[in-house]
C-alpha cells in the first residue's frame, strides 16, 4: 500500500492548485518544499524590517465571472482572499520617454483613450483589441476541447489559427502605425519577457487581455496566495512540509511510485505532480540517464525565459507628490520596446550608460494595510514609509560563471557587481522619481542567482521556458510526461504567471485523476473579497491626519 495517493513536490501556484484539487476530490495528499518559506514565486519574505513579494506584482481575471476569481472561489480559499484593486484609470503606466500613457480598466475604455492621443488609428487600435479578446476566448475554450472535436478547430479558433504561429510584433503592426502607439501596445512584455518580434502572438494576446477588466494585489501581499491554499489543503486532510527538499522520484518499470527526499526517506504514492521546472524535474528528480532520446533532446533544446535584477526598497517620501499610486509604472527610454527587449536578453553590466528599460511598483499603496510609520518628518508630519519593488530583465549568462558558489559565501567580485548594479538602478529611478535615491532607507538587490536559488528556476528564469513560438501550446512540455504516474505543472506547461501556473496545476490534477476540471471546483463557495485600493489608502490618510493633529498642535504652539 502507497504511503500516500497524490505527492506534489513544488508549493508554488501550479503546485499548491493541483494539491488542494487532488484533497478536495478525498485523495490523501502531501507537499513537499525545500524552501522554508510556502509560495514559489508567489512567497512574501521579510527583509530588513519590511516585507517583500517578488513574484506578484498584480493578478488580473479577478472580476465578477473572471478566469482566476471562478479558479479561487472553486477551491474553496474565497473566505480567505482578500485583493486590493489598482488604480483603475491606469493600473498600467507606459513612460515612454517623458510621455505616460496609462492603461485603464475596461477593453473600451482603454480604446477610447488610446483612440483620443492617436486619432487617425481609432480603427486599428479597435480592431487590434478585439482581435486580441477573440485569441484569449479561444485559447480558453481549447482546454475543454475534446478530441472528436478537434475538425471544427477552423471555426472555433480562427483566430489562433491565423495567429498562432506568428509573433506580437506581427499582430501589433498589422493592425496600428503609428510607433509610439506600438511601443504602448508593446507595452507590457516585461510580463512574458520577450520583444516584440520574438514571443509567440497568442502568448502577448493572453497577458493583454487577462488585464481587460483591471488589475488587484492581495491583501497582505503575495503570501496571502499559498496561506489560503494551505488552509483548503489542510481542511480536507492534506500536508505540506517546507525545508524538505526531494533528492529524487523513483521510479519503478518506467512509472513514478513516489520520491526519495533528502534525507533518504521514500515516500510512496499513486501519482507525483511536479511543480519543479522542467529542467530541474528531468535532469535532477527523474534522471537523465532515465530519459529517452526524444525528451533529452527536447530539454537540450529548451530556450529558458528571461532573468531580472530585483531592486527591493523602502524609502521615506512623498509618494503622492512625486506621483505614484497604486498603479505600476513601465519606463522605456524611447519608443524602441524591441531594442530595450533585447537587451533585457543580454549580460548587460553596470557599464551600461542607462538602463533603458525598468519596472518599478509601489507595494504600500497596492495594500495599504501595510503600514510602516516613518521616523522622520521629511516627508510630513504623519508620513509612512513605502516599500518598492524595481525589475531590469538581464541574461543569466552574466551569473554563470558564479553558479556553484553559496549563498552567503559568494566571491567578491560578485559583491562588487552587485553593488555596482544596485546603484545604477537607483540612478536610473532618480531619473523617473526624482528624490528617490535620497529617500532610501533600505535596500537590497537580486540577482538571477538569487531566483536559482529559492526558486529553483533553472538559469535563474522568471516565467519557464521561453514563451517564443517553438515553446508555446502543443510546443510546450505537456502536463502528462511519458512517465505513467508523473505529471507536470507550472509556467513551462499550459501558461506561466499566477494565473496560467494555477491552471496548470488544476489540469495536472484533472489528468492525474482522471476526472473533469468542474469536478474538481466547488459552485456554492465563499466568494473572494474585493476592495480598492485608492479609496482605502485615502481612508488611512484621512485617519493619520486625525490622529496627528494632537501632537502637530502641540509642536506648534
Not at 263 to 284: K, L, Q, W
Request: charged fraction near 25%.
Amino acid at each position: 500500500m502507497h504511503d500516500l495517493d497524490v505527492i506534489v513536490i513544488g508549493s508554488g501556484a501550479g503546485g499548491l492548485a493541483a494539491a488542494v484539487a487532488a484533497a478536495r476530490a478525498g485523495k490523501r495528499v502531501a507537499v513537499f518544499e525545500k524552501h522554508y518559506l510556502p509560495g514559489g514565486w508567489c512567497h512574501t519574505f521579510p527583509l530588513g524590517g519590511y516585507r517583500y513579494s517578488p513574484g506578484v506584482h498584480y493578478l488580473g481575471g479577478l472580476q465578477e465571472g473572471g478566469v482566476l476569481r471562478r479558479l479561487y472561489e472553486g477551491l474553496g480559499l474565497g473566505e480567505d482572499l482578500s485583493f486590493y484593486e489598482l488604480n483603475p484609470t491606469g493600473f498600467d503606466r507606459i513612460w515612454i520617454g517623458d510621455e505616460r500613457f496609462d492603461i485603464p480598466k475596461g477593453k473600451d475604455t482603454f480604446a477610447d483613450t488610446l483612440a483620443a492621443r492617436f486619432p487617425a488609428e481609432r480603427d486599428g487600435i479597435r480592431a487590434y483589441l478585439d482581435t486580441v479578446e477573440r485569441i484569449d476566448g479561444q485559447l480558453r475554450g481549447l482546454m475543454s476541447l475534446k478530441p472528436h472535436q478537434l475538425l471544427t478547430l477552423p471555426w472555433r479558433a480562427r483566430d489562433i489559427l491565423r495567429w498562432g504561429f506568428r509573433t506580437a510584433g506581427s499582430l501589433i503592426d498589422a493592425h496600428v502605425r503609428d510607433p509610439k502607439l506600438r511601443a504602448v501596445l508593446a507595452g507590457q512584455s516585461g510580463d512574458h519577457g520577450l520583444p516584440p518580434s520574438m514571443v509567440s502572438a497568442p502568448v502577448h494576446a493572453a497577458v493583454a487581455a487577462h488585464y481587460f477588466e483591471g488589475g488587484w494585489y492581495p491583501k497582505g501581499g503575495g503570501g496571502a496566495l499559498p496561506r489560503a491554499h494551505i488552509r483548503a489543503l489542510r481542511r480536507h486532510g492534506g500536508e505540506i512540509h517546507v525545508k524538505t527538499p526531494i533528492d529524487r522520484i523513483l521510479l519503478e518499470r518506467g512509472r513514478a511510485i513516489g520520491v526519495r527526499l533528502g534525507d533518504g526517506t521514500e515516500v510512496r504514492a499513486d501519482v507525483v505532480i511536479c511543480n519543479a521546472d522542467p529542467g530541474v524535474t528531468f535532469e535532477r528528480l527523474v534522471g537523465r540517464e532515465n530519459l529517452g532520446w526524444r525528451r533529452r533532446r527536447a530539454l537540450d533544446r529548451t530556450s529558458w525565459s528571461v532573468s531580472a535584477l530585483s531592486l527591493f526598497l523602502a524609502v521615506d517620501m512623498d509618494v503622492d507628490a512625486a506621483g505614484l499610486d497604486s498603479g505600476n509604472s513601465w519606463f522605456y527610454r524611447d519608443a524602441d520596446i524591441e531594442s530595450i527587449y533585447r537587451q533585457g536578453l543580454t549580460p548587460w553590466g553596470p557599464e551600461l550608460d542607462e538602463i533603458p528599460g525598468m519596472f518599478l511598483t509601489t507595494t504600500t499603496l497596492k495594500d495599504p494595510s501595510k503600514d510602516y510609520r516613518s521616523e522622520s518628518r521629511r516627508a510630513g508630519p504623519h508620513a509612512a514609509v513605502h516599500t518598492m519593488e524595481a525589475f531590469a530583465f538581464v541574461s543569466w549568462d552574466a551569473y554563470r560563471r558564479w553558479e556553484e558558489s553559496a549563498v552567503g559565501d559568494r566571491p567578491d567580485g560578485y559583491r562588487e557587481l552587485k553593488d555596482k548594479l544596485e546603484a545604477k538602478m537607483l540612478e536610473g529611478l532618480e531619473r523617473r522619481v526624482p528624490g528617490i535615491r535620497d529617500a532610501v532607507v533600505f535596500s537590497a538587490l537580486g540577482t538571477p542567482l538569487t531566483n536559482l536559488h529559492y526558486c529553483a528556476a533553472t538559469n535563474g528564469n522568471l516565467y519557464g521556458n521561453a514563451k517564443i513560438r517553438s515553446q508555446v501550446g502543443p510546443f510546450s512540455f505537456q502536463t502528462a510526461t511519458e512517465f505513467p504516474g508523473l505529471f507536470l505543472c507550472g509556467a513551462s506547461t499550459l501558461g506561466h504567471g499566477v494565473t496560467g501556473a494555477a491552471m496548470s496545476g488544476l489540469v495536472a490534477a484533472r489528468k492525474a485523476l482522471g476526472c473533469r476540471v468542474r469536478d474538481l471546483l466547488g459552485e456554492d463557495e465563499a466568494s473572494i473579497t474585493l476592495l480598492d485600493a485608492e479609496t482605502e489608502r485615502r481612508r488611512i490618510r484621512a485617519e493619520r491626519a486625525v490622529a496627528a493633529e494632537p501632537a502637530l498642535a502641540a509642536a506648534t504652539a
